[in-house]
């Protein structure tokens, strides 16, 4: 957005490629939530079922 808006201060942008570049982090910083929100509901689901556990590091490679 920041480089964005520097080309549209400049001239090298138009208006509609500074709120394009808006639109798209708004899109981002919705995904991103609506992920963090899928991720505390599994987090949640999966301490139901096994317990406190369920906040344990998982190791960083599988078991062979």
Not at 26 to 37: G, H, K, N, P, T
């Amino acid at each position: 957005v920041q480089t964005a808006q520097s080309g549209y201060g400049i001239g090298r942008n138009s208006q509609s490629d500074v709120l394009a570049a808006r639109a798209a982090l708004v899109m981002l910083e919705d995904r991103l939530s609506q992920i963090e929100r899928q991720s505390r509901n599994a987090s949640w689901t999966l301490a139901r079922w096994i317990g406190d556990d369920a906040k344990r590091q998982i190791s960083s490679s599988p078991p062979e």
